[in-house]
């Protein structure tokens, strides 16, 4: 297997709170992964993971806080409701469920999204290359855009 | 409905008595098998109004373009009561410059259906019991209702008027379900496999012209700039291209969550024939399933997307 997935995340800026994991986030983030810093998850539309997929993601992870633990007190739980739905509509169109995870993260954690990044990336690894909702990849575009 | 003569006397009486400024209701179209909404401001005008299986939209559609202050009246069947609930929920019509005029519906007919299953161009279309009567030129043709009726009006489960200010006529216990007919586009969606699924999605998308007709037809869909209209930022591709209807399809659909009135008015409205009812259908009974909320059925309780509770706190896995 050759193929490397392509991954984007969607980071709420305050969800790690060790400084030395958002180092990692910011400068060590593996080639395959876009990181997209977002002041909170409920900054996250239902479009952006939608853009995601049709730009040729091959997985989208959102990792946001855990409830009681939101910088804007509640808005992650906004967050929680739109997108797990989300989800569940996009699995109900055809979309393998593996492809969109959540990391509801406990700020007292320490070194977590390192290993549940990994992870993800290897499900999303065997699934092989995303074929759907991948209508606006370059090479698909093309032939719509001349 | 036998007596309609009772709503256009309703509707008269409110007009002379200046409790409404205008009422809206369905006249007799110009083409047959189509009726189309009529917005009377003068008593003499009320013969006109009609009520038949033929009228396609959803009335409460109209109700967020009027000024907030008019004094309307609408007549009402239950999806345009449901909508009208929603829209008072959602602060966008103030309940008490509404008069609603309450009457039972017995399903809107797929004017599309009968067309195809007519011997020639219909030149007159009436409804009569449980038939609809067809002139086709000098030729006549009778065609059993029930089959006709639109895919989401099959299995109806809210015929009653809700919350309406004078109910007119009974509802009439005919069921609208029957076994004989095959399956809902719907349901056999949700049998398929995800790989069928989605390239039955993509089937169906495909067709789309991006013409809004879904947007404009629909009660709920009243922001004032909607995301496709935007230009900067662009939120998503806006060409009619595979991207931008799949989008258009997913995130309309997505904004109506635990919003969707049901009444297929978006479908009926489509001229590609293009399915969106089974979408919104999924997104809200998730929404029955997992937060116990239906559309309409209070008066005070705000859809799930808008409600934050710490409740959620076990919901989700971490």
Not at chain 2, 59 to 66: I, K, P, R, S, Y
Not at chain 2, 87 to 106: A, D, K, S, T
């Amino acid at each position: 297997m050759s193929h490397t997935p392509k991954i984007v995340l969607f980071q709420c800026q305050y969800c790690l709170a060790s400084s030395a994991d958002q180092e990692w986030v910011e400068n060590s983030l593996p080639e395959n992964v876009k990181l997209v810093k977002v002041p909170c998850s409920g900054r996250i539309s239902p479009l952006f993971i939608m853009n995601a997929f049709q730009k040729g993601a091959d997985g989208v992870l959102v990792s946001g806080c855990m409830p009681e633990k939101c910088h804007y007190i509640t808005s992650n739980l906004g967050a929680r409701r739109q997108l797990d739905e989300f989800k569940k509509f996009l699995v109900f169109l055809g979309l393998e469920p593996a492809r969109f995870e959540f990391l509801w993260m406990n700020i007292d954690e320490r070194g977590v999204i390192q290993n549940e990044l990994d992870a993800f990336t290897s499900n999303v690894k065997q699934l092989g290359p995303n074929k759907k909702f991948n209508t606006m990849k370059d090479e698909i575009i093309g032939q719509y855009h001349g | 409905m036998d007596d309609f003569s009772q709503v256009r006397k309703e509707a008269a009486r409110i007009l002379s008595e200046k409790i409404v400024d205008m009422v809206i209701g369905f006249k007799q179209g110009t083409i047959p098998l189509k009726s189309q909404p009529m917005f009377i401001t003068s008593q003499e005008d009320t013969d006109k109004l009609i009520l038949d299986g033929f009228c396609q939209n959803n009335l409460a559609v109209f109700l967020h373009d009027q000024p907030k202050d008019k004094r309307i009246g609408i007549i009402c069947r239950a999806c345009e009561s449901r909508a009208v609930r929603a829209l008072v929920i959602e602060h966008q019509v103030n309940r008490e410059n509404l008069y609603l005029i309450g009457v039972p519906c017995m399903g809107i007919l797929d004017w599309k259906k009968i067309q195809d299953a007519a011997d020639g161009p219909v030149t007159n279309a009436q409804e009569s019991g449980d038939q609809i009567l067809l002139e086709i030129g000098d030729k006549k043709q009778v065609l059993i209702r029930n089959e006709f009726i639109v895919d989401s009006c099959r299995g109806c489960g809210h015929r009653e008027p809700i919350d309406v200010d004078i109910q007119i006529g009974e509802i009439s216990p005919i069921e609208m379900n029957a076994d004989n007919l095959p399956q809902t586009w719907g349901e056999s969606f949700k049998s398929k496999s995800a790989d069928e699924r989605f390239q039955l999605f993509t089937e169906e998308t495909e067709r789309c012209i991006r013409c809004y007709a879904c947007r404009e037809a629909c009660p709920m869909c009243y922001c004032t700039e909607c995301f496709v209209d935007h230009i900067a930022p662009r939120w998503s591709e806006s060409m009619v291209t595979p991207g931008g209807t799949q989008a258009w399809h997913i995130i309309r659909a997505f904004h109506q969550t635990g919003r969707c009135v049901e009444c297929g008015a978006c479908e009926r409205a489509c001229p590609m024939d293009i399915k969106m009812v089974y979408l919104t259908d999924k997104l809200n009974d998730d929404m029955k399933k997992e937060y116990g909320f239906e559309v309409g059925e209070n008066e005070e309780k705000q859809p799930p997307f808008a409600t934050i509770t710490l409740d959620d706190k076990n919901r989700f896995k971490y």
